[in-house]
């Protein structure tokens, strides 16, 4: 499982989004978010790819992650 993140653009404005890509590959990811990017992009909000990475599991708030980031 990866997750790709996005930089979303509104006139000055900007800020970022997560997506779950399920894929078998990095780059099997990185092309269907490109995909993504491609067919969402028919707006006033611009949306670019920033970054894909793999992981375990989505994020998920837990309460273990709380008290982990409670404890930092």
Same mark, same amino acid.
């Given at each position: 499982m990866y997750m790709a993140e996005f930089k979303l653009? @509104?006139?000055e404005m900007k800020? @970022?989004?997560r997506r779950i890509v399920e894929a078998d590959?990095?780059?099997k990811?990185?092309?269907?978010?490109e995909h993504y990017v491609k067919a =969402?992009?028919?707006g006033e909000? =611009?949306?670019e790819l920033s970054d894909i990475?793999?992981?375990?599991?989505?994020?998920t708030i837990t309460e273990e992650l709380v008290e982990k980031?409670?404890?930092a």
């Open positions: 653009r @509104y006139g800020w @970022y989004v590959s990095f780059d990811a990185k092309e269907l978010a =969402i992009n028919k909000v =611009i949306w990475f793999e992981v375990n599991k989505p994020l980031l409670e404890k």
